[in-house]
Nanobody, 121 residues
Framework: QVQLEESGGGLVQAGGSLRLSCTVSGRTPSNYAMGWFRQAPGKERAVVAGITWSGITTKYADSVKGRFTISRSNAKNTVYLQMNSLKPEDTAVYYC??????????????WGQGTQVTVTS
């Protein structure tokens, strides 16, 4: 089993920044890619960003491109999402998951509790 724990969310004004963290534990596959997802009220969960095991290759949803940066520390089993220039439409619960490929919406395990991000105008 794989456990996922997200943290770092909060309440921020538009234009502000937050850094989310996701700690992965348990029996992970080798060289696993990771993704960040979000689910806004009344909407389906959507992929926000993905990153390969090496951290060299990343992919972003168009809505966050240029504002969000995904990174990882394999030594710490942690993936990060730096979110800058936040907008009210970024308000959502953010989740991470191991993914089959960094550039697809392909979560492999059950979801953690997520971390709430609320952006006020």
């Amino acid at each position: 089993q794989v456990q996922l724990e997200e943290s770092g969310g909060g309440l921020v004004q538009a234009g502000g920044s937050l850094r989310l963290s996701c700690t992965v534990s348990g029996r992970t596959p080798s060289n696993y890619a990771m993704g960040w997802f979000r689910q806004a009220p009344g909407k389906e969960r959507a992929v926000v960003a993905g990153i390969t095991w090496s951290g060299i290759t990343t992919k972003y949803a168009d809505s966050v491109k240029g504002r969000f940066t995904i990174s990882r520390s394999n030594a710490k089993n942690t993936v990060y999402l730096q979110m800058n220039s936040l907008k009210p439409e970024d308000t959502a619960v953010y989740y991470c998951n191991v993914v089959r490929s960094y550039n697809t919406n392909s979560p492999m395990y059950g979801w953690g509790q997520g971390t709430q991000v609320t952006v006020t105008s």
